[in-house]
């Protein structure tokens, strides 16, 4: 009777042990997040690596640009293989929640932002901020003779012929939050009247938002045209390079963060749109050479980047700019390019 006893507790035990195992290795497929990241590769693992140190999560991310994470994200509607979509400016993660890809979330860390910076029904909450600039190549400007430029309008000067990079809005958010800058600054048709003035400027449009600053960086272009990251971390590495805000008002990006209708793995992901606004999240965009501009109010921009209170942004309106998207795409093509 008392071996019978034994037998029970042991076996009894046994279950209990792998009662726990089951659960552990279960929880732990519950803590390890998928995301689709329009981040670039190397920021995005930076940033990734310090979210699982600071939560244990693991996370497994796939690069994808703007494009292709919407198309992808449309294709697995019916069956979600991803649990976040991280980057890519805020406008397509408007497009995101508009198609019915996203579901809302209201991070309580997010009622420190700015509006422009988070979805009023809580679909999308920016992480960092980028304003848009143009970089200037040192020594052509002073082979050139020409002034350092310090408005839009000193673009449109004949010395920079053939001098001006810039990408596509064809294929380029970057590009085409400039237009749509200029459109919100200026209004419609004054904005379309400088930018084709510009083009009799123009070397070349690029396919890639970030291309301009490598051709000025070696000196293939006098001028580019882009945000500010790649600027400033060819800045820091020592190419010759400028970056000017121009006075008359730039705009900026202000890449988000949307978790997936239907997300696998739903607390984790809130988990990481917590941490992506948390001060210390914020700190390390600095810590970690991302050259990204927090958008916590109290985080600090970083070594060589000048606050934001100094830069003139043009006050951007995401969800607008996601509305019209097309229609001014369309309208730069018919009068810009093809002119």
Partial sequence: MRTRNVLLVLALAAVMALATVVSAVGTA???????????????????????????????????????????????????PQADVWMGAPSENHVLAKERGLTQPYFSPNAEVLAP?????????????????????????????????PETWEDLLDPVFRNQIQMP????????????????????????????????????????????????????????????????????????????VFPKDGVGFEAPAVSIVKGAPNVEAARKLVDWLLTLEAQNSLARLKTYFFPVHPDAVAGEGLPPVSEIPLIEYDAVWAGEVRNELVNRWVDEVLRR
């Fill in 116 to 148: 422009q910076f988070k979805d009023p029904d809580g679909y999308w909450v920016s992480f960092y901020m980028n304003p848009m600039a143009v970089g200037v190549n040192l020594p052509w400007l002073q082979r050139s003779g020409a002034k350092m």
């Fill in 168 to 243: 596509t809005p064809q294929s380029s958010g970057t590009a085409y939050n400039l237009v749509a800058s200029l459109v919100l600054a200026w209004g419609e048709d004054k904005a379309f009247d400088y930018l084709k003035k510009l083009d009799q400027n123009i070397q070349t449009y690029t396919q890639s938002g970030t291309a301009p600053s490598r051709a000025v960086a070696f000196g293939e272009a006098g001028i580019g045209i882009q945000f500010t990251p790649a600027f400033l971390q060819l800045q820091d590495e020592g190419y010759p390079i400028a970056v």
């Fill in 29 to 79: 497929a519950a803590q390890t997040l998928t995301v689709y990241s329009s981040v670039d590769e190397e920021n995005a693992r930076k940033i990734l690596n310090e979210f699982t140190k600071a939560t244990g999560i693991q996370v497994r991310f796939v690069f994808l640009s703007s494009g292709p994470a919407l198309a992808r994200l449309e294709a697995e509607q019916n069956n």
